[in-house]
């Protein structure tokens, strides 16, 4: 488990001087974001000033973490690159399989009985080439990566989009598709737009009810989920000083809910303490040789206004606590108006369940504040009126928190300990309370709140707050209630309230584990088997696909998605989370939870060749058969959630040729390309009004695909009638050579033979 000393050492020691040439180079102070980056060039010594939101720069990361679902497509796809080992650390982390419904115990084991056939393959694949494994059990990817590999000034990329968690600890940590980390593991460079940067200024600090994670919910109301595309957010200032590193975290965390390419604290005493307190003194004293070169230069931060693209300046001393939804994590409202809004709007106020837990906040500190709450519903004798579930961040949080009496308080409330690992928060939750799809709200502390996303319910209205404010509300079990103000009538009718929480930052007694459930991998996997079952219908081997090349001419139109259109509704996940490594399976939830303009309904579509109406994979399978290309159009920001490269895969097996959108979320637009597919966005957005249902597509121009040359396409209506469609495309020439080999894995491959 250990974290690679060598490694970081390399890193510190090049990194003053690529910083101080690359200072030199763009001949101005530097953010910290541009000094990780600067200082990660995969040609080493910088040489050229990058343009910020326009050109595409080759990184080397340090590190590669994945998660179980993402993991097996993307292990499935290392296989195919005829590698011994990965090139770079990697972890591979079991956390997003296992349902939560009874408790811990009989969680983990129900899931290490249904899902052994993936943990073994994913623990073989892992001792082969040469990848730490964490078992089902021992904790959440991104708790597991902060507490043990996340370091200052270093660069990771991860197969699951709320990688950028480690930002908590001052690194540049990315969310990508399992086909960009496949390269990297395959020893090839990260390609990565250099992005823009949002500055945000942290002045005063936290107190009372209010949490790290009121920053981010604050600064998401202010971004929206599209506010952050293409920027890394970098948080300055003395209030940034004055958060935890956990804390910093779960603002770095959500950062993926405003669509940031990652979020990012420079290193200072928090981290420090952090890094001592999880076993890594080491670090934290290589770190402190060169802190000024893992911190923004003291320039940037006095005049942000000149250095960033867009500065946000925050008071903690008087950010309100904020409880964000329902059904998307931006729609802020401070806690104590949301009472009266959700009377206007109809939401219940009744609340069945307060949930505590997810990548974002399942912290020792997080558990001790929330902790604070229960004990006092307890104390004062009052009977929370809604369901506890409670997911710790990692074993070693778990073991602490048992030890200190934390979990205990809990359970004293009722709560159901769940097991160290994603559950609710991935819809890996199976909820008894309900018996069909009644309208309902809950608060949560974790980052997302779509439809569905906790318990597949699209009439569950939930609310994403810190865990005390979810702690708090759901002992009340009302959306109105406010702890600040409200009193609550406890079970001697008396009228009581709840303090302030109290919080303990890092364990006073130290972190501690007996299993903390990591494997190593043996130092020659050149002996291990890995095998998957041709009749598995939970694994597939992959078979490369074949170019689309450069005519498609008569694909028809396969759905014109409406609104929003996330990669959850491109690729679902809950119980299709069983599928996620075996790609035919998996295609039969390709985009059914994307409404159709036509008809305004999910997963119905029209097979233009039988005039029937069928299921959105099924009708695309009907094209396949036939030999005929679809095509997939879309709304603003599509593909927007997560790294899923499933939701590119999916449509690519099942014959789309490509997808056109108003705009597109960066990580699926790169998941799109890298399959050798057609992502494009309509130069003119009014031309999305001008598809119609029968349509057949020809591309005009597509034999001449080159960088920053718009494709031209013609869209035949029923009646005969075309209209001819400008297509903008962001495909630089090695893009396209992606495209043209038939993927980015066909590409390592053949350049791996010769
Ligand atoms: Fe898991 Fe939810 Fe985080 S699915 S990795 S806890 S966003």
């Given at each position: 488990?250990?974290?690679?000393?060598?490694?970081?050492?390399?890193?510190?020691?090049?990194?003053?001087?690529?910083?101080?040439?690359?200072?030199?180079?763009?001949?101005?102070?530097?953010?910290?974001?541009?000094?990780?980056?600067?200082?990660?060039?995969?040609?080493?010594?910088?040489?050229?000033?990058?343009?910020?939101?326009?050109?595409?720069?080759?990184?080397?990361?340090?590190?590669?973490?994945?998660?179980?679902?993402?993991?097996?497509?993307?292990?499935?796809?290392?296989?195919?690159?005829?590698?011994?080992?990965?090139?770079?650390?990697?972890?591979?982390?079991?956390?997003?399989?296992?349902?939560?419904?009874?408790?811990?115990?009989?969680?983990?084991?129900?899931?290490?009985?249904?899902?052994?056939?993936?943990?073994?393959?994913?623990?073989?694949?892992?001792?082969?080439?040469?990848?730490?494994?964490?078992?089902?059990?021992?904790?959440?990817?991104?708790?597991?990566?902060?507490?043990?590999?996340?370091?200052?000034?270093?660069?990771?990329?991860?197969?699951?989009?709320?990688?950028?968690?480690a930002g908590g600890l001052g690194m540049v940590a990315i969310g990508v598709g399992g086909a960009d980390a496949v390269d990297v593991m395959a020893g090839m460079a990260w390609e990565l737009k250099f992005p823009k940067l949002i500055g945000v200024k942290l002045t005063g600090s936290l107190s009372g009810w209010t949490a790290s994670k009121d920053v981010i919910l604050k600064v998401a109301g202010i971004l929206t989920v599209k506010g952050g595309t293409g920027a890394i957010v970098e948080y300055f200032g003395p209030g940034a000083k004055n958060l935890s590193c956990t804390g910093k975290g779960t603002i770095c965390n959500m950062g993926a809910e405003i669509g940031a390419t990652t979020s990012t604290f420079g290193y200072d005493d928090s981290m420090e303490r952090f890094l001592r307190a999880t076993d890594r003194s080491e670090i934290a004293d290589e770190a402190n040789k060169i802190r000024e070169y893992l911190t923004g230069d003291p320039e940037v931060y006095e005049n942000p206004e000149q250095y960033f693209d867009e500065v946000i300046e925050i008071d903690l001393d008087t950010l309100r606590p904020h409880l964000n939804g329902p059904f998307t994590p931006d729609l802020a409202t401070p806690v104590g108006e949301l009472g009266k809004l959700a009377r206007e709007k109809g939401w219940p106020i009744k609340v069945d369940w307060g949930l505590i837990g997810s990548c974002t906040n399942s912290s020792y500190e997080d558990l001790t504040r929330a902790a604070s709450i229960a004990k006092q519903a307890v104390d004062k004798k009052i009977v929370a009126k809604a369901d506890f579930g409670i997911n710790p961040g990692s074993e070693t949080i778990r073991f602490t928190a048992e030890r200190d009496g934390i979990l205990k308080i809990f359970e004293d409330l009722n709560a159901t300990i769940f097991t160290n690992a994603c559950g609710p928060c991935i819809g890996q939750w199976d909820r008894s309370d309900l018996k069909g799809e009644e309208k309902n709200t809950i608060v949560h502390s974790f980052n997302r709140n779509f439809s569905k996303r906790a318990d597949g319910n699209p009439n569950t209205h939930a609310f994403v707050g810190s865990p005390e404010m979810v702690a708090a509300i759901a002992i009340s079990g009302r959306l109105d209630f406010d702890p600040m103000n409200d009193t609550l009538i406890n079970e001697d009718g008396l009228e009581v309230k709840l303090d302030a929480p109290q919080g303990i930052e890092l364990p006073p007694r130290g972190f501690d584990v007996e299993d903390a459930g990591y494997v190593e991998p043996v130092a020659d996997g050149s002996n291990v088997d890995v095998s998957v079952s041709p009749t598995s219908e939970r694994l597939q081997l992959l078979t490369p696909f074949e170019p689309i090349g450069g005519s498609v001419k008569g694909a028809k139109l396969l759905i014109k998605a409406f609104g929003k259109c996330t990669t959850d509704h491109i690729s679902m996940a809950g119980p299709w989370l069983r599928y996620r490594g075996h790609l035919d399976n998996i295609s039969n939830n390709m985009l059914i939870g994307a409404v159709n303009a036509f008809g305004m309904k999910t997963n119905f579509v029209k097979n233009q060749l039988t005039g029937e109406y069928g299921g959105v994979p099924d009708v695309a399978r009907d094209y396949k058969a036939k030999g005929i290309y679809s095509i997939v159009v879309g709304d603003h920001n599509y593909g927007e959630g997560s790294s899923r490269e499933h939701a590119a895969m999916e449509p690519r097996h099942l014959g789309v040729a490509a997808v056109l959108v108003k705009s597109f979320a960066r990580i699926h637009e790169t998941n799109l390309k890298k399959q050798g597919m057609l992502g494009l966005t309509f130069a003119n957005e009014s031309d999305y009004d001008l598809i119609q249902e029968d349509d057949t597509i020809n591309f005009l121009d597509l034999d001449q695909f080159a960088p920053e040359k718009p494709l031209t396409l013609e869209f035949v209506h029923a009646d005969g009638t075309k209209d001819v469609i400008v297509a903008n495309h962001t495909y630089n020439q090695s893009q396209i050579d992606w495209y043209n080999e038939g993927s980015a894995l066909n590409l390592i491959k053949r350049e791996n033979a010769s």
């Open positions: 488990m250990a974290f690679d000393i060598d490694m970081i050492k390399k890193v510190y020691k090049t990194m003053p001087e690529r910083v101080d040439k690359a200072r030199q180079i763009v001949s101005k102070p530097l953010t910290l974001s541009e000094k990780i980056l600067y200082a990660h060039l995969w040609d080493g010594q910088p040489t050229t000033a990058f343009r910020r939101g326009k050109d595409y720069v080759d990184f080397a990361p340090d590190r590669i973490a994945c998660q179980d679902a993402t993991a097996q497509m993307a292990l499935l796809q290392f296989m195919q690159a005829g590698k011994p080992k990965v090139a770079v650390p990697t972890t591979v982390h079991c956390d997003h399989l296992i349902q939560a419904k009874q408790g811990a115990v009989p969680d983990l084991k129900r899931a290490n009985e249904t899902s052994s056939e993936v943990f073994d393959f994913l623990a073989s694949v892992s001792n082969k080439y040469g990848i730490g494994f964490w078992k089902p059990g021992a904790g959440i990817i991104h708790q597991v990566v902060l507490e043990n590999y996340a370091f200052p000034g270093g660069m990771m990329i991860g197969t699951d989009s709320h990688t950028v968690n």
